[in-house]
């Protein structure tokens, strides 16, 4: 996303609907079909990609968890996955 800060506006129509300028698009990295989150703060609403704030909010929901779990690495992450897959194959297989 862009560091550039930018003032830009759009008109509500009958509906409610904004049209969102494609500078404020190409920011958000959204294009057609794409889905927008809307944030309120106190008189304020900050737009935001729905994949970017979803994958946001989980990061701050799993903080610190992977420590908990002993990964503290991407090799500790892919070593746990591969056992995991393990037994899952060997539970699928009845051993």
């Known amino acids: 996303m862009s560091d550039t800060a930018f003032v830009n506006d759009a008109r509500v129509m009958a509906k409610g609907q904004v049209t969102i300028p494609k500078n404020v698009r190409t920011v958000l990295g959204v294009s057609t079909g794409d889905r927008v989150t ?13 994949a970017v704030y979803a994958l946001r909010r989980f ?3 799993m903080a610190g968890e992977g420590e908990k779990a002993s990964l503290f690495t991407d090799e500790d992450v892919a070593n746990w996955i591969t056992k995991s897959r393990r037994e899952e194959t060997a539970e699928r297989q009845g051993r």
């Open 38 to 50: 809307f944030v309120v703060d106190g008189g304020e609403v900050r737009v935001i990609n729905s």
């Open 59 to 61: 990061q701050e929901q």
